[in-house]
C-alpha cells in the first residue's frame, strides 16, 4: 500500500502523523514486530486515538470486506473483519435477521465493533456485541494465526473483545444474528420534564421494549433543568403495507473555519428538535435505519464541530449514585458555557460481557460531545472525568482522546492482567498515552 509516512485523523478529528500504510495482505506477508508497532485500522469512527498509531503503522482493515458464509436457516453469519455493518445489514435484514447489538453508526466495521465491544440501546436485553461473537480468527505478529471462542483460546478471546486492537489482528469474526419479522421499528416517544421523570420512565420502559434511549436538553436551566425525549422501541412485527424507503444521506456541505456548534446554534436546534417529536406516545412504524442511525443521513456531519474537531465524552455510573451523578455533570456543562450536541443518556443493564475491557456497567450511561475549544474543553472534560470516577464509575475509553493514566486505572484496574495479552507488536497512540508504554 502506502510506504510513505501518511497522515489519518479519528471521528473526532484527531491526527496521527507519520502512520505507515499497510493493506492486510502486506503485514500478514511480513508481520515481524521488528519492523515498528502496528494497529489494525477500520474505518476511522472511533472518536479519539485508540484507532490512532502515530509514528507507527496501520493496517487499514476495510481490505478485509468479504462476508464469506450466511446460514438463513440458523442466522449465523461470518464475514471477514473490515465488512461494514452497513454493507451486513443490506445482505441479513432481507433476510428476516438483524445484529444482536448495534452501534449509533452502520459505518463501523465487524472487526472494530468486536474490538471496542460495542453496546447500543438494548444494553439491558442483550449485552454488549461480544456476547453474540461465537468464534473469530486472530492473527500475532510471531505468525500464530489462532482461532478464538469461548472454549478455544479463551484468554485471548476475552482480552480481544473490547481490546482495542492490541491483542492482534482479528481476520474474520462468526456472529450469531437474531431474527426479525420486518425491517421497521414500532417506536414510541415520550417527552419528560426533568431527571427524575426520566429514570421513573427508563425503568418502566426497559421492563418492555427491547430499546431505550433519551436525548437531553443540555442547555435547559432553571424549570427546564433535565428535560428531554425519550424513545422506546420494539422490532415491529410482520406487515402487508409496503415499507418506506429510507431517506437519501445528504453531504455536509461544507468545512467550516469555526464551530457551527455554539450556545446560539445550539438553543434554536433544542427548541426545534423537541417541537418536531410527537407529543403523543402512541407507537408508529418506522424504518429501522432513523431509530438507530438518526446522525448516518448526514454524511461527515462532524466537520460542524469545525478545525479543532470534537471531544466525546461518555461515562458509566452504578446506579445508587446515576441520578446525583448525571445532574452535577449537567449542572458542570452548564456553568461552563459549552454546549453539547449529542447528551445522550440510557441506563445499562446488568448483563455481564465476555470481554476483560468491556466498557459498560449496571447502571446509567451519559454521552455529552463539544467542539474542541482546547485547554477550555480539556478542563471541563477532566472536571467530568472527576465526576464519574468519584461515583465509582468509569470513562469509555473508545470514545476518549485525552483521560490521563491515572483515570484509566481508575476506569480499568484490570488493565495490567489485560497487558499480559497485548501482542508485543501492536500498540496504539491510545495506549502508549495511558499506559506510558
Same mark, same amino acid.
Given at each position: 500500500? @502506502?510506504? /510513505?509516512?501518511?497522515?489519518?485523523?479519528?471521528?473526532?478529528?484527531?491526527?496521527?502523523?507519520?502512520?505507515?500504510?499497510?493493506?492486510?495482505?502486506?503485514?500478514?506477508?511480513?508481520?515481524?514486530?521488528?519492523?515498528?508497532?502496528?494497529?489494525?485500522?477500520? *474505518?476511522?469512527?472511533?472518536?479519539?486515538?485508540?484507532?490512532? *498509531?502515530? =509514528?507507527?503503522?496501520?493496517?487499514?482493515?476495510? =481490505?478485509?470486506?468479504?462476508?464469506?458464509?450466511?446460514?438463513?436457516?440458523?442466522?449465523?453469519?461470518?464475514?471477514?473483519?473490515?465488512?461494514?455493518?452497513?454493507?451486513?445489514?443490506?445482505?441479513?435484514?432481507?433476510?428476516?435477521?438483524?445484529?444482536?447489538?448495534?452501534?449509533?453508526?452502520?459505518?463501523?466495521?465487524?472487526?472494530?465493533?468486536? &474490538?471496542?465491544?460495542?453496546?447500543?440501546?438494548?444494553?439491558?436485553?442483550?449485552?454488549?456485541?461480544?456476547?453474540?461473537?461465537?468464534?473469530?480468527?486472530?492473527?500475532?505478529?510471531?505468525?500464530?494465526?489462532?482461532?478464538?471462542?469461548?472454549?478455544?483460546?479463551?484468554?485471548?478471546?476475552?482480552?480481544?473483545?473490547?481490546?482495542? =486492537?492490541?491483542?492482534?489482528?482479528?481476520?474474520?469474526?462468526?456472529?450469531?444474528?437474531?431474527?426479525?419479522?420486518?425491517?421497521?421499528?414500532?417506536?414510541?416517544?415520550?417527552?419528560?420534564?426533568?431527571?427524575?421523570?426520566?429514570?421513573?420512565?427508563?425503568?418502566?420502559?426497559?421492563?418492555?421494549?427491547?430499546? /431505550?434511549?433519551?436525548?437531553?436538553?443540555?442547555?435547559?436551566?432553571?424549570?427546564?433543568?433535565?428535560? #428531554?425525549?425519550?424513545?422506546?422501541?420494539?422490532?415491529?412485527?410482520?406487515?402487508?403495507?409496503?415499507?418506506?424507503?429510507?431517506?437519501?444521506?445528504?453531504?455536509?456541505?461544507?468545512?467550516?473555519?469555526?464551530?457551527?456548534?455554539? #450556545?446560539?446554534?445550539?438553543?434554536?436546534? *433544542?427548541?426545534?428538535?423537541?417541537?418536531?417529536?410527537?407529543?403523543?406516545?402512541?407507537?408508529?412504524?418506522?424504518?429501522?435505519?432513523?431509530?438507530?442511525?438518526?446522525?448516518?443521513?448526514?454524511? @461527515?456531519? @462532524?466537520?460542524?464541530?469545525?478545525?479543532?474537531?470534537?471531544?466525546?465524552?461518555?461515562?458509566?455510573?452504578?446506579? &445508587?449514585?446515576?441520578?446525583?451523578?448525571?445532574?452535577?455533570?449537567?449542572?458542570?456543562?452548564?456553568?461552563?458555557?459549552?454546549?453539547?450536541?449529542?447528551?445522550?443518556?440510557?441506563?445499562?443493564?446488568?448483563?455481564?460481557?465476555?470481554?476483560?475491557?468491556?466498557?459498560?456497567?449496571? =447502571?446509567?450511561?451519559?454521552?455529552?460531545?463539544?467542539? @474542541?475549544?482546547?485547554?477550555?474543553?480539556?478542563?471541563?472534560?477532566?472536571?467530568?472525568?472527576?465526576?464519574?470516577?468519584? !461515583?465509582?464509575?468509569?470513562? *469509555?475509553?473508545?470514545?476518549?482522546?485525552?483521560? !490521563?493514566?491515572?483515570?484509566?486505572?481508575?476506569?480499568?484496574?484490570?488493565?495490567?492482567?489485560?497487558?499480559?495479552?497485548?501482542?508485543?507488536?501492536?500498540?496504539?497512540?491510545?495506549?502508549?498515552?495511558?499506559?506510558?508504554?
Amino acid at each position: 500500500m @502506502n510506504s /510513505t509516512p501518511s497522515e489519518i485523523r479519528s471521528w473526532g478529528g484527531l491526527r496521527a502523523q507519520d502512520s505507515v500504510l499497510l493493506s492486510p495482505e502486506d503485514w500478514l506477508t511480513d508481520p515481524s514486530p521488528q519492523r515498528g508497532p502496528v494497529l489494525a485500522h477500520g *474505518n476511522g469512527r472511533s472518536y479519539g486515538d485508540s484507532c490512532l *498509531n502515530d =509514528g507507527g503503522r496501520l493496517i487499514m482493515a476495510r =481490505g478485509l470486506d468479504r462476508i464469506l458464509a450466511f446460514d438463513r436457516i440458523s442466522g449465523l453469519v461470518t464475514c471477514e473483519a473490515g465488512v461494514l455493518l452497513a454493507d451486513l445489514l443490506k445482505v441479513v435484514v432481507p433476510a428476516g435477521w438483524f445484529p444482536p447489538v448495534t452501534p449509533g453508526t452502520c459505518f463501523v466495521t465487524i472487526g472494530g465493533a468486536l &474490538a471496542n465491544d460495542v453496546h447500543g440501546k438494548n444494553h439491558h436485553r442483550a449485552g454488549t456485541f461480544g456476547r453474540h461473537v461465537r468464534a473469530f480468527e486472530l492473527v500475532r505478529s510471531d505468525g500464530q494465526r489462532l482461532t478464538c471462542a469461548p472454549d478455544i483460546n479463551g484468554a485471548l478471546f476475552a482480552a480481544t473483545i473490547g481490546g482495542m =486492537g492490541l491483542t492482534g489482528l482479528i481476520t474474520q469474526v462468526t456472529l450469531q444474528l437474531m431474527p426479525v419479522a420486518s425491517a421497521e421499528m414500532q417506536q414510541e416517544t415520550n417527552h419528560f420534564d426533568g431527571l427524575d421523570h426520566f429514570f421513573a420512565i427508563a425503568a418502566e420502559s426497559d421492563a418492555t421494549h427491547d430499546y /431505550t434511549v433519551a436525548w437531553i436538553d443540555a442547555l435547559a436551566s432553571g424549570s427546564g433543568f433535565g428535560r #428531554g425525549v425519550f424513545f422506546r422501541a420494539n422490532h415491529a412485527p410482520a406487515s402487508h403495507e409496503p415499507s418506506g424507503r429510507p431517506r437519501r444521506s445528504l453531504p455536509f456541505p461544507i468545512r467550516p473555519p469555526v464551530p457551527l456548534i455554539n #450556545g446560539l446554534t445550539l438553543r434554536a436546534f *433544542n427548541m426545534l428538535y423537541r417541537a418536531a417529536q410527537p407529543r403523543s406516545p402512541e407507537p408508529r412504524r418506522i424504518a429501522y435505519q432513523p431509530f438507530f442511525y438518526p446522525l448516518d443521513r448526514v454524511r @461527515n456531519w @462532524n466537520r460542524a464541530y469545525g478545525p479543532g474537531g470534537l471531544r466525546q465524552f461518555q461515562c458509566a455510573i452504578p446506579m &445508587a449514585h446515576a441520578r446525583d451523578a448525571v445532574e452535577e455533570m449537567l449542572r458542570r456543562t452548564l456553568a461552563a458555557g459549552e454546549a453539547s450536541f449529542l447528551t445522550v443518556l440510557k441506563l445499562f443493564g446488568d448483563v455481564p460481557s465476555p470481554g476483560m475491557m468491556s466498557f459498560p456497567i449496571a =447502571g446509567a450511561t451519559l454521552t455529552l460531545d463539544f467542539p @474542541n475549544r482546547g485547554e477550555r474543553t480539556a478542563k471541563l472534560l477532566d472536571e467530568l472525568d472527576r465526576i464519574a470516577l468519584a !461515583s465509582g464509575g468509569r470513562v *469509555n475509553p473508545y470514545k476518549d482522546a485525552r483521560m !490521563s493514566p491515572a483515570t484509566f486505572e481508575a476506569s480499568f484496574p484490570q488493565w495490567r492482567a489485560f497487558a499480559a495479552h497485548v501482542d508485543p507488536g501492536f500498540s496504539s497512540s491510545f495506549w502508549r498515552r495511558v499506559t506510558a508504554g
